[in-house]
C-alpha cells in the first residue's frame, strides 16, 4: 500500500487545532499557548506578547511577563537558527543541546574571528574566556546588569569593530553584545528583567543559576535533536526533511537520524514525502472555517520551509528579503492578506484576495478586537515587508486596492 495521502485541508485543520487558533481551541493561558508551539519567537518583542494574545481568550499582558519574570515558567533563550525565543523551562535541557549549543559554538568562532581581524586581540580564544570570565562574574550573587553597564565596569568588554567604513552608514557595532549572545546561547547568561515596555527589549542579563535557580540540565546532542524533532512533527507535522532542517538549523544527516530512530511514518503530501509519528497518523476531522490575525515572526508563519499550502502566491509581499514574516491575516488555514497600524494607531486589515462575505466579516471582528486590545498602542515590525511599507506609506487616497465583498 503507498503512503497515506494528507492534502493541505487536512493540513490547515490541524494547524487549526494544534497551533490553538481556532475559537474552540483556545490555549489556557500564555504557558500553554507556548507549550503548544513549543516556542514562541521573541525576536520581535511586541510578537511573543500578539501570538499569544491571538492563543489565548481574555489575555493580558501581565499574564505573560508574571510567566517570564515572576513565575519563570517561560525564559527567553537563543537557539533555532540565531534566534530569541520564550521556551518553557522544562525544555530548556533539549533546546539547549539539540540547538542552542550548535548555535553558541558557531557564533564563538565568529566572535573570536572578528576580534583578530579587527586587531583587538592577537588571541581572539583567549580573550573570549577571559572576558566571559568576567562577565559571569559581575553577574554572579543573582545580580542583574545591562550591556551598557557591564561594558561601562569591564575594560576588556569596551571593543567595538567598524562596519561600512567609509559610508554614510558606517559605524561601530561593540562586542559586549555579541560576547552576551554567545554566553546565552552556552546556557551561562538569560535574558532576566525588562526594562522597558513589554513592546521594548531593553534586557537586564543575569547569570542562568540565579535566574532559575540551577543550572540547565546537560544532555546529548543527539537526544536534544531527536527530542526537539519529535515535538516539532506533533506541533507542526505533518512536514518534509526539509521542514524540519530549516526550522531546526540544522543539518539533514542530524534530521534524518533523528526521523530513524523516532517511530515514523512517511505520508504523501501532495506528491512530496512527509512524516508523521506513528501513533499521530489518524485523520484530522474537519473544523469550521475561522480566521485569526497573527504578528510578525508568529511561530505558525514561520513553522516551515515549504510554505505553498498556508502561504501561496503572497512570500513576496508578507516576507522580507531574508525570509522574515510580516503580520498576516488568516482565512481557513490559508493567508489572505496584512494587518497594519495607521498614524493614529488604528488596527487596519488588508486583504490580498477575496474570501467572501463570512470570511471577511470574521477578520474584520479580529481586527476591531485587536484595535480595542491594543487601544491605539501602536507596534512596530523590526523587520517590515514590502506591503507593510507600502501601506505605511500610502495615504488613504492612493492605499493599494483591495478586492471587494
Avoid at 480566521?291 to 505553498?308: I, K
Avoid at 522574515?324 to 494607531?345: E, L, M
Avoid at 488613504?396 to 471587494?404: A, C, L, N, T, V
Wanted: charged share 25%; hydrophobic share 40%.
Amino acid at each position: 500500500m503507498g503512503a497515506r495521502r494528507v492534502d493541505a485541508s487536512e493540513r490547515r485543520a490541524r494547524l487549526a487545532v494544534r497551533h490553538r487558533l481556532h475559537p474552540g481551541r483556545r490555549a489556557s493561558g500564555a504557558v500553554d499557548a507556548t507549550t503548544s508551539m513549543m516556542c514562541l519567537h521573541g525576536t520581535d518583542p511586541a510578537s511573543v506578547f500578539l501570538s499569544a494574545w491571538a492563543r489565548v481568550d481574555g489575555f493580558t499582558t501581565l499574564d505573560l511577563e508574571r510567566a517570564l519574570y515572576r513565575d519563570r515558567s517561560l525564559v527567553k533563550h537563543m537557539a533555532m537558527r540565531r534566534t530569541v525565543f520564550v521556551v518553557p523551562r522544562e525544555t530548556l535541557s533539549v533546546v539547549q543541546a539539540g540547538a542552542s549549543a550548535r548555535v553558541a559554538a558557531a557564533q564563538r568562532r565568529q566572535v573570536i574571528k572578528d576580534v583578530e581581524k579587527a586587531g583587538l586581540h592577537r588571541d581572539g580564544g583567549r580573550w573570549l574566556d577571559d572576558v566571559s570570565a568576567h562577565v559571569l562574574e559581575a553577574l554572579s550573587g543573582g545580580r542583574e546588569a545591562t550591556s551598557s553597564e557591564l561594558r561601562s565596569e569591564i575594560p576588556l568588554l569596551d571593543g567595538a569593530i567598524d562596519y561600512g567604513i567609509g559610508k554614510s552608514w558606517g559605524g561601530k557595532v561593540p562586542f559586549a553584545p555579541r560576547v552576551l549572545t554567545v554566553l546565552s546561547a552556552e546556557g551561562r547568561v538569560v535574558r532576566a528583567s525588562n526594562k522597558g515596555s513589554w513592546r521594548v527589549s531593553r534586557p537586564s542579563w543575569t547569570s542562568t543559576e540565579s535566574w532559575l535557580g540551577a543550572g540547565i540540565e546537560p544532555c546529548d546532542e543527539a537526544d536534544g535533536v531527536r527530542a526537539l524533532v519529535e515535538s516539532w512533527l506533533r506541533t507542526f507535522g505533518p512536514g518534509t526533511e526539509t521542514d524540519i532542517k530549516w526550522w531546526l538549523g540544522s543539518t539533514l544527516t542530524a534530521v534524518r537520524a533523528a526521523l530513524a530512530e523516532l517511530d515514523v511514518v512517511e505520508v504523501d503530501l501532495d506528491g512530496r514525502s512527509g512524516y508523521l509519528l506513528s501513533d499521530d497518523v489518524e485523520e484530522q476531522t474537519p473544523v469550521e472555517p475561522w480566521g485569526a490575525l497573527l504578528p510578525a515572526l508568529d511561530p505558525t508563519v514561520m513553522g516551515w520551509a515549504e510554505r505553498d499550502w498556508y502561504l501561496g502566491p503572497y512570500r513576496s509581499e508578507l516576507f522580507d528579503a531574508n525570509g522574515n514574516a510580516g503580520p498576516t491575516a488568516w482565512w481557513d488555514g490559508r493567508i489572505v492578506g496584512t494587518w497594519w497600524q495607521s498614524g493614529s494607531g488604528s488596527v487596519e486589515l488588508h486583504l490580498l484576495e477575496d474570501i467572501g462575505a463570512d470570511g471577511r466579516a470574521v477578520l474584520e471582528q479580529e481586527t476591531a478586537r485587536l484595535d480595542e486590545w491594543l487601544g491605539g498602542v501602536k507596534v512596530m515590525a523590526r523587520f517590515p515587508t514590502p506591503l507593510a511599507k507600502e501601506l505605511a506609506g500610502a495615504t488613504e487616497g492612493d492605499r493599494p486596492g483591495r478586492p471587494s465583498s
